[in-house]
């Protein structure tokens, strides 16, 4: 059976599903770690190791804010098609740049909750952190669509982004 192109709305939706699916992944491992270190409910956390949790997310957010959105400007000349291909391309890149950086504070959280007592709140704080993170920058919205736009639209060519994932103009 032959593959045909995705609509411009489904690709959006695509995009949706599969972030909106990494959303619950914070919460599935909560709850994983809460059988697995369901023992150091009651232990205290350390609180160099929970504001070095917060410390991640909050450099995470500047590195989000500062470089999340960048893309390689579009060169001027090109088809619509070819424009509107090489947008929604950029577009996914940066999003999994975007996903990669946010999951870094449950990440660091999990690796740290096995070397000290008190270790699934620090799971909580890496997980909260990072839900913040994901859907802040991750999930496909209109803001994240216009950032990613404005980068791409540097030299003054239309990136047509907005027409190739479906949303109004």
Known sequence: MPSTPTST?????????????LLAAPLIIVVAMWFVLGH???DPT???????VVAIGLVGEL?????GYRTVVLPGGLSPADTMARSRLSYQAALFRRMSV??????????LSFVTYGGFY??????????????????????SVDRTAASLELDGADSRLREALGLPR
Do not use: D, K
């Open 40 to 42: 150091t409910l009651t």
């Open 63 to 67: 590195v989000l804010r500062t470089f």
């Open 122 to 143: 620090l799971v909580l704080f890496g997980a909260a952190i990072t839900l913040n993170l994901l859907v802040v920058h991750v999930w496909p919205s209109q803001r």
């Open 102 to 111: 946010a999951e870094l504070p449950l990440l660091i959280a999990l690796a």
């Open 46 to 52: 350390p609180w160099p190791f929970v504001i070095a």
């Open 9 to 21: 709305a489904g690709h959006l939706r695509q995009l949706r599903i599969m972030v909106g699916a």
